[in-house]
């Protein structure tokens, strides 16, 4: 499957973006997908994830409640809503599917580029 993010941007502290990530290439309701994270200098870190079917959701503990990931199988896409964004949301947000559990990271194998979202202070 192919994943290409969209939507990234600069925004102030507590302002909300949207991602959208859409999928080609193989059938987008046979995925888990997530979102990850990566800063300048560290590693990536998981976001948030979502099943194949929208119905369950699993969220890293520094976005919940302020980050929403969602998903439209009949568009093949992901978004994650991001709200009162802090600058420590600041990062390369990627887009990735999984053919297993959502919630086990190891096996997001099919990534895309990659947005960037930057929260200015």
């Known amino acids: 499957v192919q994943l290409v993010e969209s939507g990234g941007g600069l925004v102030q502290i507590g302002d909300s973006l949207r991602l959208s990530c859409q999928a080609s290439g193989s059938t987008f309701s046979n995925y888990a997908m997530a979102w990850f994270r990566q800063a300048p200098g560290e590693e990536r870190d998981f976001v948030a994830a979502?099943?194949?079917?929208?119905?369950?959701?699993h969220y890293a503990d520094s976005v919940k409640g302020r980050f929403t990931i969602s998903r439209d199988n009949t568009k093949n896409t992901v978004y994650l809503q991001m709200n009162s964004l802090k600058p420590e949301d600041t990062a390369v947000y990627y887009c990735a599917a999984s053919r297993g559990p959502l919630t086990l990271t190891s096996m997001y194998d099919s990534w895309g580029q990659g947005t960037q979202v930057t929260v200015s202070p």
């Open positions: 979502i099943n194949w079917s929208g119905l369950s959701t």
